[in-house]
């Protein structure tokens, strides 16, 4: 089975995304990179692709000849994969889902909810996959939880408690680039942490639950003095059902590192799991004892199994996560081109209509500050 | 040093806390219990005295005649401890505190406002002790961090986030007394899992991080049909100085035990601490290593060392930290006699200003979650 | 139901472990200190005594005296406890016993193998209770786990691994009087670390598993300069049945505070309790899910109930099961007294037998490190 | 840069440990997978390799030709991977070092002392790059403890505990291919969990000490009825500088997964490390408090740094751990061809001394098992 051909937009030289998304890519074997427009300055971006071992004439100053040059080609990418910052995401997905280029983007889809439902709309019109890289869903056992939950394991949800706290932005950063961009509203969008992570969250805690937050009550702060978007995110949600919720992600909580955590209680049980220890699962029954669901274990849904490498007790850990959504990609976009029905469990890898949601949980958590914590409805 | 004497309102047969009281007061050999009224029928109450070995003449019938007989006695009680429902409190703790003895109550000190500045009123003519048995303040590590709070080793504090979990509740529990008192409004007052163990975790985010609530959102859930008062509790909190938070309470959280947990952020440094591990508390400095402060340990605050009893890596617990209040207690009262200072530590022990911030949050919270949501100044 | 009275001997100024057993004693209300002998100095022994509240004619200036005394009384004291180093343990217990008086006995019991056969003979000629405070089997969990053996949910054991590391000693300490007597032969013994905490870690693998170690070889070590006997202990262990096992205790492992653990493995499943986190006891079935059983919660054996005080998240910790030991010994005591049975859950404290094993254990060690490692019989 | 080419003997369909070499390799992108001998079935091999999307040219039937093609082709592969059971490692890798072909070889290195000398001679006379697979040393925070006790953070050590226990071989295991071979004396060589993970654990032991293993006393179990070579190890270890040390291995510990585990304490501190938590490591200096090390985080060594691919709390795991190895064995191999010194981080990777110095241990443990326990030197 040949591997697939990638190509690149963003992830050039002091980029973090991007050596992620690369590495996440070889990992299961399914990509090759091919192609690649790495940075703004062209020199650069060309200088930046030959270092990675592209042929000189797939190494673009640009992303718009990249993709009129790629959709010519019989050799042309299977997909584009888009890392760089936010408000760009928009118009290179446009150009490559117009030139019949299946589309991998980083989060949050874009920074206005127009540019999302445009995209939705081309993504429907066009037929073509689009994945979005919410790699924390990519993890085994939160897909091993969402499938408890689909089986009822958990019963009616009542409660769903999620958060994502960093501290790399607990002081000004002044000349760090991945600082900057997420600083910078015409860069990031309206949202700080709440673009960079809470989207994260909301993303994994709908992911796992397969409930809809109806409307959210948002305190957003700003702690670091000159910062112009929220480093910190207070949260409370009403999700369809009736279950209640509440979200805080913060990037100024001093001795946090990247801590995305879930725990979801229903009427039967309750379960929480953690980025920081991804191999395990702690699964309560009401009125039982507690038991650790281990990646590679016993009692795994199929659909666990079918997003892991290696037995239990070898820990896999982001990159395998992150891989796990480009092996799900190459999947989508393999059955897309061989018009089939993909794999069940790679259509779990996140895409447009996440993307989405994304955006309006934004804009509504954006709005509800506004009006000093008032509900909005999504 | 001769023990002091204690009398008991409430905690017969049946009841959780007032055993707890009885064993807490035991443990650091500073109390003896020597007058009772355990229950509401007078027979009963006097036999379950005579069972506790206390003198017939001072096993009661009824509270008021405790107070005012033991008023009378040259070996009167020293104290009495209250740990009857909320509702009763009040009267319980007005007529032992008109007979001249000081008290040691249960939380939430009242069922309402008005009761709850009665009291404060009455502490303060009379000038008695009065010490609020919200023991999760008497763990050692709530005490360091409290101190490296108050020391400044966090900076200015910007985040806390209080949580306690339980699931008891997470069903419906006919006929179990424990149960019962606290889903019925006349006896609980108009908190359920808010006045139950939201006040808790209340007292300890404001004891340790030394800041007061300012305002509060929350949005209160009743998930067991038929409950009457609520058993999940979300709430946003706005604290002086600036700082945001969270605090979720909840009984329904299903595999959640005794989840009572803090974690407080500031510029220069974060801590967390849960109940269920109290011997540790969690320290990070901003860009250092995180490290394990250990009860019993290395670089403990006098106030810490003050509230310990055995070397580190021999486990105190839930008793200790309530005997702790205990033991401040008796400190407490006998400078009080003896008509001198006490040991500034002993000063730790929460009184009846906790109870009444304790009974607006309650009252906040209500009207909060009352107006959908809407800030409520406490 | 009245509450024994307890003597003392030892625990006087500077001790650790006559203040645990005077806590302990108290904690579950079924004893009341009333007699001591607790220094060698008469005088400082009596001031002591009265600063405790005794009595003063029932505070001692010597054992001997105090045997002679307490045995004339009607009050006389129901148990002694022995808090003395270890070489005096065979005296005094040999003393009170013949004095008619049940003992309450510090481990280990005696430094030769022929004071503690004494011991033995004693204890079964004059039928007395004798209880040996290895406290650390008066935890619920490892009765729990001994429980879960004895009804095979590990099937045949096979490996047991078990330790004890603690680091006070890891440097010379002048002047500490606790590793004063410790260090010196004379008073502690052939054992250092040997006698003073794996006497312990042995006691408690014998416990839960029901086994017996048959021989061990050992492999002493002494890492601090200056000091007489050992403060590392390596042992590998065979035990009836085919077990196998290992056993590590140091007092020099830097890092460790009371690390007391123990490992089970059968062939149908598999136990770990750590003593520093004494509430929960995790069990793996064979090819399942590991489980984490807690104090107070779901799936308990009526031996670990028994063992228990208050609700599951309320930490018990090292007094409560030190404490239990002492309400195990009022029942054995009380049972004796009313020649009856005592309840069986009772018969779980340790005896002499548990005492004649730990010297035996110790010489053993003794002789198989002198003799390079070479196994020797217990 | 180019990537090397990589040659693969063994690893293919059924194998376990040959998928995460490839991964392994892929992951930091620096090899690309060209030429293989996977099975010992020639067409089955070829087949395999055509799957793996090799040239048909170099998916081969057998090593030896594989090796003498290789040896003649301009664009000939930089290594050799040897994935296939013990026993026939060393054949292979004579025949590719005779090929001048550098070599990756799986531990242990052979089944026999002569293979390991002769191995060690031919490395030393043609001076070609021979590494072997201990991963865990690959990981960034044993590299971490290394550097610390090579700084003399930890004093001098005096107490090294080594675990690794896993519970796959619990049961017979009929018709499992990893379970057979490693059960075969023939293939496996003498040791069973001796050889497959005693050997890691050893080497991981002198690899963070800097210590070497004097002499050792070994007590072998065959627990499962059956089987050939032993499935539990517990052996006590002597290091040369006066350390001792406990190592336990098995493969019949009901309910671990993968648990290697080491704890070094020395006169200055203790570390401990466990594979399945790999992204900490605890430090304690003497007197200090306890330290939570992360990767990624603050105080790390340069060789950590060196061997981490993204930021902390974005979990590294086992195929991390690995890739090191590969991209150490990469670094050297280019050095070796470009007749320069590599970066001093890439010879952390073990390598043949390493090899030899396992298969002493093996036989040492052997030895003394057979001769009770005596103790053997290495």
Known sequence: MRRLRLGMVGG??????GGVHR????????WDLVAGNFQSDPERSIAFGKSLGLAPDRAYADFRTMAA???????????????TPNSTHHAIAREFLTAGIPV???KPMTITRKHADDLASLVASTGLPFILTHNYSGYAMPRQARAMIEAGELGNIRIVQAEYAQDWLATELPGNKQADW????????PGGALGDIATHTFQLAEFVTGLQAESIAADLEVFVPGRKIDDNVNIMLRFNGGAKGMLWASQVATGSVNGLRLRVFGDKGGIEWAQETPET?????LGGQQRIIRRGGAGLSASATHATRI???????YLEGFAQIY?????LIRAHSERRHPNPFAKLAPGVADGVRGVAFIEAAVASSAANGAWMSL
Chains 1, 2, 3, 4 share one sequence.
């Open 12 to 17: 050039g030289e002091g980029a973090f995304i």
């Open 311 to 317: 037995p239990g007790g070898h820990p896999e850990g």
């Open 23 to 30: 590495m996440a890519a070889r990992l299961d074997g399914r």
């Open 104 to 106: 991998i983007c980083d």
């Open 182 to 189: 997420r600083g910078d509203p015409s860069r990031a969008g």
């Open 281 to 285: 699962l702690l699964f309560t029954p």
């Open 327 to 331: 092996s799900d990609a190459a999947e």
């Open 69 to 83: 040059s790629e959709a010519k080609r019989a050799d042309r990418i299977d997909a584009v994969a888009i890392v």
